[in-house]
């Protein structure tokens, strides 16, 4: 896999000027993300809310985890707003570490962080990529759905069998689905749910295709599947390199199982082109794998 090195050509340096100068967060920056130099080089990144500290500590993951030492920063959303602004974003993406801290999770930052979008750029649309508001799940999924972003996404990450010993204790596989079903339930508007799987994590190619079914059975409309790189010696090992013809398998199996979007490739993240993956779905234009 060849990632390009940041360069002058494109906004890379702009993006990252904007986003320090506002103090803001990325999962692109947090979690290292393979794919910085591409994204920040077209104008887009991912911005992360709720701070830098997560209270949970994912096998796989490089954000951060603690305790955090502040509540969420009330300015916050204002400024995520005015970044997307001069960003000139028409599909703005938002995610956040675990807030297991906070009484509601932060289910009304989420909220305030999608309206001070929306009050900004009227015409953007905006994605969120939410932790799995664990105890308040439905008060969570109604304070965030009634500020209606247009995309909810909430990754399952892994398979059944891992799930546990990938994410922890917390975690749970059957109630990510349920998240994602009760947030189609909920909202009372045409909301686009999404979730996505890393590969390489010790899972056999069978058993993603079972959790694609039953992301599908629980009405996902757009999955993603992408490469586990291990961020540093103290994550999980890599199990395995998905060879491109696997992703590609992956796709076909995801279009047979009635996916509007399947984006699949070593390279690809939740967030990777995000604006691509919901126009996809939207219009039809079916499975891309990369
Ligand atoms: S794929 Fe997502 S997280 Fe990675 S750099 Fe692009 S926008 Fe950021």
């Given at each position: 896999m060849k990632v390009r090195a940041p360069s002058q050509d494109g906004q890379y340096f702009d993006v990252q000027k904007l986003i320090h100068g506002l103090q803001l967060h990325t999962i692109c920056e947090e979690a290292r993300c393979p794919n910085i130099s591409e994204c920040w080089g077209r104008g887009?990144?991912?911005?992360?809310?709720?701070?830098?500290?997560?209270?949970?500590?994912?096998?796989?993951?490089?954000?951060?985890?603690?305790?955090?030492?502040?509540?969420?920063?009330?300015?916050?959303?204002?400024?995520?707003?005015?970044?997307?602004?001069?960003?000139?974003?028409?599909?703005v993406v938002v995610t956040s570490?675990?807030?297991?801290?906070?009484?509601?999770?932060?289910?009304?930052?989420?909220?305030?962080?999608?309206?001070?979008?929306?009050a900004k750029l009227p015409e953007a649309k905006v994605e969120v990529l939410t932790p799995d508001f664990l105890g308040v799940e439905e008060q969570a999924l109604q304070t965030l759905l009634a500020a209606r972003p247009?995309?909810?996404?909430?990754?399952?990450?892994?398979?059944?069998?891992?799930?546990?010993?990938?994410?922890?204790?917390?975690?749970d596989y059957d109630r990510a689905l349920w998240l994602l079903r009760r947030a189609k339930e909920l909202a009372d508007y045409p909301v686009l749910t999404k979730s996505g799987i890393i590969v390489g994590l010790g899972e056999r190619n069978d058993e993603v295709v079972e959790t694609m079914r039953d992301l599908r059975a629980h009405g996902v409309d757009v999955v993603t599947i992408g490469q586990y790189l291990q961020p540093s010696a103290k994550h999980a090992t890599i199990d395995r390199w998905v060879h491109p013809d696997e992703f590609r398998w992956f796709r076909e199996q995801g279009e047979a199982i009635g996916f509007g979007s399947v984006f699949s490739g070593p390279l690809v993240r939740s967030s990777y082109r995000a604006d691509e993956q919901r126009h996809a779905a939207e219009t039809g234009r079916g499975a891309v794998a990369y």
């Open positions: 887009t990144a991912t911005f992360q809310i709720l701070g830098e500290t997560c209270t949970r500590a994912c096998r796989y993951c490089y954000v951060h985890s603690g305790r955090p030492d502040a509540p969420p920063d009330q300015l916050e959303p204002l400024r995520v707003a005015q970044a997307a602004a001069q960003m000139r974003l028409k599909h570490v675990d807030r297991d801290d906070v009484p509601d999770r932060g289910a009304g930052h989420y909220a305030a962080t999608i309206r001070a979008i929306k247009d995309v909810f996404n909430h990754n399952i990450e892994t398979v059944r069998r891992l799930h546990r010993a990938m994410r922890g204790g917390k975690a």
